[in-house]
């Protein structure tokens, strides 16, 4: 089977991750292309990584050799580099945020109804080990039906300066971390969101960004997802924790470990009524004197570092779709609904003052 031929446009921090990861199995995947404004910046990953250098973005699309543009540039561009791959000929993994503007979100619905099969969203920490153990662990029906969800991401107590705390770039943890946790909301939801509620505030950052984020999407099934982004919680609370009408499920933000306390599934609820009455003094105001609990904590398997096996699973998961027709498991509807969503939420704040 021939080795999908790829190239990187945009290899900063993240970018140099896909060239370094995705070129580690070289009988699925060959660098040819490079792609950045920053000449030096190519020449030195050309050096390290092998692949032709561009440092125009007409250029890279002009390699004869690339099958898969992987965009990784900053974020406002997102949307309209795709289109420029597209149209090019190119199949395109996109970055996340997939779009950043109003603007974006439609273009991004028009170009995935154009190029069927071609146009791929990189919702890549649908993929972290803990998070599918999770899924899991909620399909074998342990914790009962799942009624809420709070996933956090809190970052290290920092006042981040750089372009991702500017809106002028497209920058805010509503655009940087913020899609990661509502593709991973939406999939514990379940089901399609109701309502969604939001505030997001500035805190520390130097830049105009809010760098606290914190969103309630609820489903059309009642189950709630709340989502937090913060760069400024000195005491970091879980990454996830989830409710269900059998049990809870928490994990913290090294994920490494996966804390689970719920009912035996062999034990029914007896029947049992609430009285009108004042509780009797004394006595407890609970129907069950006791429960049969099952405590465990389970190591995340596999125990490989999370940031890693994120990226070895897309290029995985893209692998198999582009050369044995599985479908991808990030679909385009996800994707498109995650920006919808930040769309509502940035109307909902207009204390920012959003592009676009
Ligand atoms: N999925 C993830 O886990 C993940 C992680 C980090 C970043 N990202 C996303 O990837 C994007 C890049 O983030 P980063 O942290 O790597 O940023 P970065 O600033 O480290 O890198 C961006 C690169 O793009 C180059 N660039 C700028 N304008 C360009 C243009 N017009 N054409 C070509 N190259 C251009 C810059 O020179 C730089 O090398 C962002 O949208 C970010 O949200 C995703």
């Known amino acids: 089977m021939e080795a999908i031929k790829f190239g990187v446009c945009g290899v900063g921090r993240i970018g140099r991750q896909h060239c370094r990861v995705f070129s580690q199995d070289r009988e699925k995947y060959e660098l040819v292309a490079l792609g950045d404004i920053d000449s030096a910046r190519v020449a030195a990953m050309a050096g390290e990584f092998g692949g032709r250098g561009y440092s125009e973005f007409a250029e890279f699309l002009a390699d004869p050799e690339m099958e898969l543009a992987i965009i990784a540039t900053p974020s ?52 972290e080990p803990a998070f599918s153990n ?34 002028d770039c497209g920058g805010g943890q509503l655009s940087v971390w913020a899609p990661h946790l509502i593709d991973q ?31 309630t999407l609820v489903g059309e099934n009642d189950v709630v997802a709340e ?56 006595k407890p105001m609970n129907a069950d004197a006791e429960l049969p609990w099952i405590e465990e904590t389970r190591k995340v398997e596999p125990d490989i570092n999370m940031w890693e096996y994120v990226e070895v699973e897309i290029a995985r998961h893209l692998h198999n779709t582009l050369r044995k027709s599985i479908p991808f498991p990030v679909k385009s509807s996800d994707a498109l609904e995650v920006v919808r969503v930040t769309e509502v939420v940035k109307k909902q704040n207009p204390q920012f003052k959003w592009i676009g």
Request: net charge neutral; glycine share 10%.
């Open 76 to 127: 406002l561009d997102h949307a309209a580099n795709a289109e420029q791959a597209l149209a090019a000929g190119k199949t395109v993994l996109l970055e996340k945020p997939i779009g950043v503007t109003a603007e974006d979100y439609q273009l991004l619905q028009r170009l995935d109804r154009a190029y069927p099969g071609k146009l791929y969203f990189g919702h890549n920490h649908r993929f």
């Open 134 to 167: 999770t899924q899991d662990i909620i399909a074998a029906g342990l914790l009962g039906n799942i009624d809420v969800v709070k996933l956090c991401k809190h970052h290290q107590f920092m006042r981040r300066n750089d372009w991702q705390m500017r809106l």
């Open 227 to 282: 989502v937090e982004i913060s760069n400024s919680v000195a005491i970091a609370g879980p990454y996830c924790t989830i409710y269900g009408d059998r049990g809870t499920l928490v994990y913290g933000q090294d994920q490494e470990t996966i804390r689970l306390k719920y009912l035996d599934p062999e034990f029914h609820w007896p029947g049992a009524t609430a009285d009108a009455g004042a509780p009797v003094s004394g």
């Open 185 to 215: 909301g939406l999939q514990l939801l379940g089901g399609p969101v109701r309502e969604v509620r939001s505030y997001l505030r500035r805190i520390l950052t130097p830049g105009d960004a809010d760098d606290h984020v914190r969103i």
